[in-house]
Nanobody, 123 residues
Framework: QVQLVESGGGLVQVGGSLRLSCTAS????????VGWFRQAPGKERDFVAA????????YYVDSVKGRFTISRDNAKNTVYLQMNSLKPEDTAVYYC????????????????WGQGTQVTVSS
C-alpha cells in the first residue's frame, strides 16, 4: 500500500510560479513511474506530466511544455512539479499518481492517488 500526499498548491497571479510536491509513504516508489494530473471543475482528470523510474525520462502534455518541469528525489520519496509562467487555464486540483507497470498518462493508469492540491491562477 502506498499513501501519496500532494502539497504546494495555492493562489498565484498570472505569470507566477508554484512548486508542487508529491510525497509517498508506506512503500517507496523508487521503482514506480509517477504522474501529475489535474482536474478543473466539471472537467475530466487530465494528464499533465510524468517521470519514469530510472533512468528518469519525462513526459509532458503540450500545453505545459517549456513551463512545467517534473523531477524526483527518490531519497526523499518525493516527486516535484515546478510550474512557471502560470496561466488562468492552469487552475485545477492537481493530483499525483504512481504506477509500477507503465508511465501513467491516462487516469486509468494510476495504481494509487493522492487527495489533490488546489492551484488557482488569478488574472
Amino acid at each position: 500500500q502506498v499513501q501519496l500526499v500532494e502539497s504546494g498548491g495555492g493562489l498565484v497571479q498570472v505569470g507566477g510560479s508554484l512548486r508542487l510536491s508529491c510525497t509517498a509513504s508506506g512503500r517507496t516508489f523508487s521503482s514506480s513511474a509517477v504522474g501529475w494530473f489535474r482536474q478543473a471543475p466539471g472537467k475530466e482528470r487530465d494528464f499533465v506530466a510524468a517521470i519514469s523510474w530510472s533512468p528518469s525520462s519525462r513526459y509532458y502534455v503540450d500545453s505545459v511544455k517549456g513551463r512545467f518541469t517534473i523531477s524526483r528525489d527518490n531519497a526523499k520519496n518525493t516527486v516535484y512539479l515546478q510550474m512557471n509562467s502560470l496561466k488562468p487555464e492552469d487552475t485545477a486540483v492537481y493530483y499525483c499518481t504512481t504506477s509500477r507497470s507503465r508511465i501513467p498518462t491516462l487516469a486509468t493508469d494510476g495504481d494509487y492517488w493522492g487527495q489533490g492540491t488546489q492551484v488557482t491562477v488569478s488574472s
